[in-house]
């Protein structure tokens, strides 16, 4: 199965992901395989490199549970950019792909109990009282991101963190909406495009702030510093 075809390996994938036990106890074998599979196709050199990368870090006798699910992200980000360029049944299978991708990190970041893919990660989910702490911390982390600059993070961080808000916005109805432009922000720091994620990153915050003037809410001034820190950030990206 080394030298599958990507389409034939894609199909394999997915019925092996459907199987979520499985899935974690064969996916060093699966990422041996995509590599060997990917190695003489040239679109697909940075998803190539990102999957060594995690093969690399699953091989460490501990390996490190961020970096895992950092890892996870980016490949998830590149698979998604892949299935923009196609159409039919292959773009559809490469973004559920990206889906199962992403869960596979959301399980990581929630302290999954499947060690046979990776053994020993700890589980770092901090326990809160209401989604309101959770809310409130994320704007303190983000905050304190913002502030160093875009020369003080990576791309990579910023998936990891729009993730993060992702999931917290997606557990009340009321800010549901905000997940389709976060998305879209994800997407274009998976794909280095920096003009677009300045021109989401400003849209962001003018959707902040309109909605810190129309809520006397707990977070109403934590959106308006959060407005103007995506502002101050973007301002350099391109």
């Known amino acids: 199965m080394a030298h599958a075809h990507p389409q034939s390996m894609l199909q394999t994938t997915l019925q092996t992901m459907s199987q979520r036990d499985v899935a974690f106890a064969t996916g060093p074998d699966l990422l041996k395989d995509w590599i060997s599979t990917l190695k003489n196709v040239d679109e697909a050199e940075p998803l190539g490199k990102h999957m060594s990368s ?12 961020a970096r895992v699910k950092q890892l996870l992200n980016t490949i998830a980000g590149h698979t998604q950019t892949l299935a923009r360029a196609l159409d039919g049944t292959a773009a559809d299978n490469l973004a559920q792909l990206a889906d199962s991708l992403r869960s596979f ?38 905050l304190s991101v913002l502030s160093g600059g875009a020369a003080m993070t990576t791309p990579e961080a910023g998936v990891l ?78």
């Open 105 to 142: 990190a959301t399980d990581l970041e929630r302290g999954s109990n499947d060690d046979d893919l990776v053994e020993n990660l700890p589980d770092t989910t901090p326990i809160y009282a209401n989604p309101g702490d959770r809310a409130q911390v994320m704007f303190n982390d983000t």
């Open 161 to 238: 963190m729009v993730e993060d808000w992702i999931t917290v916005v997606k557990s009340d109805v009321s800010t549901q909406w905000i997940e389709a432009p976060l998305t879209q922000l994800r997407d274009a720091l998976n794909a280095g495009d920096m003009r677009t994620t300045e021109r989401l990153m400003r849209d962001l915050a003018g959707q902040a702030q309109d909605y810190a003037n129309s809520s006397e809410g707990p977070f109403s001034r934590d959106l308006t510093n959060l407005a103007t820190a995506l502002i101050s950030f973007a301002q350099p990206l391109s």
């Open 54 to 65: 995690l093969y690399d870090e699953l091989a460490n006798p501990q390996p490190d549970a």
